[in-house]
């Protein structure tokens, strides 16, 4: 086994390349990889703001550098905190940790308690939150299965985990709650070692099947046939299916025609991103948690700054109030205003994936659909091809990032294609201009 500190250094430079100089100074400078062996690994940080930072980012960024080591993907992350010269592991009753796997036939990989009656409601996410309490409600609801999808960020997550412990804690189901990417593991992993069966009758004797991030099924061709015959023998027996993705059916790129079918033979509802009036009450609510005032320009200021998702503007919440504990300082819109800016702005502004995407398909005139798809003629793959390089040049996404985000792209693929473009703007003037005016018109968008 490696020394903790080059399987450390290992972690970290990947972080670094992903988050930038600044976020990855203010989180990471003084952290440490304590011990880690089969089943979990521990890190040493200096505060409660870096474990509940890390926790919330990077829980799975840290499983993923550390679980190759020792191949176990579903590595448990543990945080101590460093007081007095060693690390004191923090209570789980303070701040909550990823639940391990139990042997029970639920699954709540939930990092935090994310209930329906703390759901923020407004125009973008009322029908979706409707549909949630009647489906939790009604032992058969007019509608099953439930699809709702959404961007990033929006709150898909927080309706499924919240009907997941509603019905938890009122009713005596027998119910599975996980993303697709867990669930096409476990399949991989029963199909390796001949216990298939075993992992059917599971499945499918459920009374309730939530599964998040459908769109990781994406050119997962066998994954997919299984996933669909679960999809029917659950439905056949009106049990109630609820499916998360960040795509419409129709839109995740690769998928069967008669599982997207299957998809929309339901309610299929969208949450947009929440307009301002909701971004401030959502404000009102995180910032009520902390153990620090936020004034109300300031809630104001992160509404009104931070238009794309919920993420984003915790996120904001997260980073100020760390800067005000870590400097001292008290929160005020000048504070705000120069740390937000600092660590969340590219030249005073926010470049957001959809803006990056709006600009190509806009420009080269081909659809979204056609973008994330696995068709290489070339009117669609080199504008794909240019996304990729502008995702990674604007936003410093990993090459594993940009992939997923493209139908579940492979790294190498990934990779080619960041290589090509850049090649071309080495050798191509009119083309490295072309490519300076379309970030230049990203950036400016919306100033």
């Known amino acids: 086994m490696e020394s903790y500190s080059k399987v450390w250094d290992d972690v970290l430079q990947n972080i670094r390349e992903r988050v930038g100089p600044l976020r990855f100074n203010l989180w990471f400078k ?28 990077f829980t799975k ?15 448990d992350i543990r945080f101590s905190i460093l007081q007095n010269g060693e690390g004191e592991n923090v209570s789980t009753a303070t701040i909550p940790l990823p639940e391990k796997k139990s042997d029970s036939k639920s699954y709540p990989h939930v990092n935090r308690i994310l209930r329906l009656e703390d759901f923020v409601v407004g125009p973008n996410n009322r029908l979706a939150y409707t549909a949630a309490l009647e489906i939790v409600k009604d032992k058969y609801p007019a509608f099953n299965p439930l699809f709702i999808h959404g961007n990033v960020g929006v709150g898909k997550t927080h309706i499924l985990q919240g009907i997941w412990n ?19 593991n476990e399949f991989i992993y029963s199909l390796q070692k001949g216990k298939i069966e075993a992992f059917r009758q599971k499945f499918r004797n459920a009374d309730m099947f939530l599964i998040d991030d459908v769109h990781f099924l994406s050119n997962k061709q066998s994954t997919q046939e299984e996933f669909m015959h679960t999809f029917n023998a659950l439905y056949e027996l009106s049990k109630k299916i609820i499916l998360a993705s960040d795509a419409h059916p129709k839109m995740i790129g690769q998928i069967k025609e008669n599982l997207a079918s299957r998809f929309m033979s339901g309610m299929v509802v969208k949450i947009d991103k929440p307009e301002y009036a909701t971004r401030l ?4 609510s995180k ?10 320009d300031v809630l104001e200021f992160i509404a009104e700054k931070f238009d794309e998702n919920v993420r984003e503007v915790e996120s904001a919440l997260i980073t100020l109030s760390a800067h005000a504990k870590f400097n001292e300082k008290k929160i005020d819109l000048q504070l705000a205003i120069e740390i937000l800016d600092e660590f969340f702005c590219n030249e005073g502004k926010i470049v957001k994936i959809t803006e990056i995407e709006d600009a190509v398909l806009t420009y080269f005139n081909v659809s979204r659909a056609d973008l994330h798809s696995n068709k290489k003629t070339k009117s669609i793959a080199f504008p794909r091809q240019v996304c990729m390089y502008l995702i990674k040049t604007l936003l410093n996404w990993s090459y594993q990032q940009i992939g997923n985000y493209f139908s579940s792209k492979k790294h190498s693929t990934v990779m080619f294609a960041i290589k090509k ?11 490295k201009l072309f490519i300076e005016k379309l970030m230049e018109r990203i950036r400016k968008e919306k100033r």
């Open 281 to 284: 009450l959502i404000l009102r």
């Open 166 to 184: 509603k019905v938890k804690e009122e009713q005596n189901v027998n119910g599975i709650y996980m993303s697709a990417e867990k669930w096409t």
């Open 30 to 57: 003084n952290t440490r990889l304590e011990s880690y062996n089969d089943t979990y690994a521990n890190i040493i940080v200096p505060n409660i703001f870096t474990q509940v930072w890390l926790q919330e980012n």
């Open 421 to 431: 473009v850049n090649e071309q703007i080495e050798s191509d003037k009119q083309f």
């Open 61 to 75: 960024v840290l499983r993923e550098g550390i679980g190759k080591l020792v191949n176990n993907k579903d590595l």
């Open 287 to 296: 910032a009520a948690k902390f153990d620090v005032h936020f004034p109300e």
